[in-house]
């Protein structure tokens, strides 16, 4: 493959995933690539459907399961300074889509600007949290908001800047976003940026909040070892994790890969655990679960083969 001159971003070959996932597991990318800006972007998306390269988009990969056997084309991170930047406008926060949530909170503190807390400790990057619509579970809410609307990111969009895979950028408004249950509309376009709104509030009330969101999770997830969070969403009614504790599957373990004993819907890479390992107990998961309870568990991770 010939990569142009004017590229400005970074090309690997055969970069190992396991490197860019939380789970620290999965093969190669068969071209790695980290494009500078808008423009380095559409000049790739040109070049890999001129020459039919596939491609997918990953964040900081902390809800992605990689194939042991890798994936075919590229992967493209916007991961340089220009994805990275976060400007504040009255109430209003336009953050790139390469941007950690951690910062993204903890920069909202600096300014006084209230409605992210409930984000920290989602170890993703803002354009990956849109995608999913990441948020904390009713229970985490209960626990650490007290009652407040806000629960998953697309509660605070005001827009959100895309490109489609031309490389054509477009601002999509909150009413032209559909956002569900860890998924979301956007999954046919890049996303490059979003416009987020905020309330004025006292920085030492946005950190008591940040405090006990952090603590909520430190108590309910397990984060001793890799992971992708929670495997499989949760059921109508029902928490994934309870569903699979019932069936006595925590500590249930496939090589390297263990259902944690801590949270039973984490997974977790006791060392070498391999793709595989995780699919098989992720099947076994889902029969018994289907057994017991007659209740077909959806993966909430994305599964890249
Ligand atoms: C310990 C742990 C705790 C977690 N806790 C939570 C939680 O409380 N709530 C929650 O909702 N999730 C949680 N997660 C899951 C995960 O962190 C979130 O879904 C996060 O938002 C994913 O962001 P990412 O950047 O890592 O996306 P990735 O995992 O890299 O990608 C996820 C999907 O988004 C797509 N994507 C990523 N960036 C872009 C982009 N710029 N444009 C288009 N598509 C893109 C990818 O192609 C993929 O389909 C947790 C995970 C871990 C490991």
Not at 189 to 218: E, F, P, Q
Not at 249 to 260: C, E, H
Request: proline share 3%.
């Amino acid at each position: 493959m010939n990569w142009p001159k004017n590229l400005k971003g970074r090309v690997k070959v055969k970069e190992p995933l396991k490197k860019h996932t939380t789970f620290q597991i999965g093969g190669a990318a068969q071209f790695f690539i980290e494009p500078e800006d808008p423009g380095d972007l559409k000049l790739l998306l040109n070049l890999l459907k001129r020459d039919k390269i596939p491609f997918r988009i990953i964040g900081a990969g902390s809800n992605i399961l990689v194939d042991d056997y890798g994936v075919n084309g590229a992967v493209l991170r916007l991961n340089s300074p220009y994805f990275k930047k976060a400007e504040f406008k009255g109430l209003n926060l336009d953050v790139g889509s390469g941007l950690l949530i951690n910062r993204l909170v903890w920069l909202t503190h600096k300014h006084g600007l209230s409605g992210a807390e409930f984000l920290v400790g989602i170890p993703g990057t803002v354009g990956g949290a849109l995608m999913m619509n990441a948020g904390i579970s009713e229970k985490g809410k209960s626990t650490c908001l007290s009652g407040r609307q806000v629960k998953s990111i697309g509660d605070l969009v005001v827009n959100v800047t895309v490109a489609d895979y031309n490389g054509n950028i477009k601002t999509l408004n909150r009413k032209d976003i559909q956002f569900g249950y860890r998924e979301s509309s956007l999954s046919k376009y890049i996303i490059l940026s979003a416009r987020l709104k905020l309330v004025k509030k006292d920085k030492n009330k946005i950190r008591d909040t940040i405090k006990k969101c952090l603590g909520y999770r430190k108590d309910t997830h397990d984060l001793s070892r890799p992971s992708a969070g929670c495997i499989f969403k949760n059921p109508e009614g029902f928490s994934a994790g309870q569903l699979i504790d019932l069936c006595g599957l925590k500590g249930k373990r496939i090589q390297d890969a263990r259902v944690s004993f801590k949270h039973a819907n984490f997974i977790l890479n006791l060392g070498k655990a391999r793709a595989k390992d995780v699919f098989k107990l992720m099947k076994l998961i889902t029969k018994e679960v289907e057994d017991r309870f007659d209740i077909i568990l959806k993966p909430e991770i994305k599964i890249w083969q």
